[in-house]
């Protein structure tokens, strides 16, 4: 099996910063996926990341039908947690057959998805014999993450993070390392390889067999109008982008600012998610707006002329699920409450979401 040799320290190629090997000529040509750096007979060439004033030459994603984006202006709104769950309740919402999705982490610099998947101390992800990168699974839902690709290291002395997780070991990237980093992370991943199809049973794990690619494929953003969502929406086809806040004055400052920059390179919005709008007490079962009223993001939507996708308390089960690694969406009907409330505004969404996207 094909290795990487990752190093944070040692000079890397701008063309290659995971460090995948190259194969000149790959034993399984079923099973190959256009890459940077992977030469193979016939294959088109990827995507280059635009020259200014040059054209914007956009493709889809090898092995996914369509791709939807999870943002937000401002970090601490709870974007990861709702892209983990919304892509859950995405695979396990009713309808005529269940809908194949996938998990992309493109925090570069901040992944979450490891930890919030129960994937933080799992091996590195393997490599087909054409050098692209198999997804991690848990749960049914097969995950790529920067986290899975970085070193494990020592915890630091206060550190909450366990033995053998890479939650410590720190990306110290400029530009282009990221953005060729994320090229590699679009394009260089096999998403036949551990997608979910009708026939696997439930569990944890759902197997390494090939599939047929991913219904969707939801992509955790980093926060803010960067280099990652900039390189996203030049290169990628998206069919959609679902902006996350809270009601601060803040949050929808930001929010403004991130659904300019993606209606400038032409991503789609699919609509604003009021997360953590309000406060449900688990003994008198009264409403309380902890961080103001939900009215200014409203108002917002209007102006902007984006749609209102739900609204979703605070629950602090929903936080305490995600620190264990199991999403709350996968819970069904346990617990009620806030958190009953939250899972239930979230398959609202998720609805809302796939009307959109199908």
């Not at 088109?44 to 039908?65: C, E, T």
């Not at 980093?181 to 394009?187: D, H, M, N």
């Not at 069919?239 to 929010?255: C, F, H, K, M, R």
């Not at 209102?308 to 629950?315: I, S, Y």
Request: glycine share 14%; charged share 15%.
């Amino acid at each position: 099996m094909p290795a990487r040799l990752f190093s944070l320290s040692s000079a890397l190629h701008h063309q290659n910063p995971l460090v995948r090997p190259r194969l000149h000529t790959p034993r399984t040509a079923s099973l190959t996926c256009p890459a940077q750096g992977l030469p193979r007979a016939g294959a088109p060439a990827p995507p280059s990341l635009p020259r200014r004033g040059g054209p914007v030459a956009k493709r889809p994603i090898p092995h996914v039908k369509r791709v939807l984006v999870v943002a937000s202006g401002k970090g601490g709104v709870g974007k990861s947690t709702v892209a983990v769950n919304l892509a859950f309740a995405l695979a396990m919402r009713a309808g005529e057959r269940r809908l194949r999705v996938g998990l992309l982490d493109l925090d570069i610099f901040g992944p979450s998805i490891p930890k919030l998947m129960g994937l933080d101390r799992a091996d590195e992800p393997h490599l087909t014999p054409a050098g692209a990168l198999v997804p991690l699974t848990n749960h049914g839902i097969p995950c790529m993450s920067m986290g899975f690709l970085l070193p494990k290291s020592t915890p630091a002395p206060g550190s909450s993070a366990s033995a053998g997780s890479s939650a410590d070991t720190p990306v110290v990237w400029r530009g282009l390392m990221v953005q060729k980093a994320v090229q590699q992370l679009l394009f260089d991943v096999d998403w036949r390889l551990g997608a979910r199809t009708d026939a696997s049973a439930s569990g944890s794990e759902s197997g390494s067999g090939t599939g047929t690619g991913l219904d969707v494929l939801v992509v955790d953003m980093p926060p803010g109008t960067g280099d990652v969502p900039l390189t996203l929406g030049q290169l990628v086809a998206v069919d959609g982008a679902v902006i996350v806040s809270t009601p601060q004055d803040v949050a929808l400052a930001d929010v403004r600012k991130g659904i300019a920059m993606f209606r400038k390179v032409g991503v789609p919005i699919t609509g604003l998610l009021l997360n953590q709008s309000y406060f449900l007490c688990p003994s008198c079962d009264v409403r309380h707006d902890l961080f103001g009223s939900s009215d200014l993001f409203h108002a917002t939507a209007r102006q902007l002329g984006v749609p209102v996708l739900g609204e979703l308390p605070l629950a602090p089960e929903v936080s305490g699920s995600g620190d264990a690694g199991a999403p709350y969406a996968l819970l069904g009907g346990a617990g009620g409450g806030g958190g009953a409330r939250w899972r239930e505004g979230l398959e609202e969404v998720a609805e809302r979401v796939w009307g959109s996207l199908g």
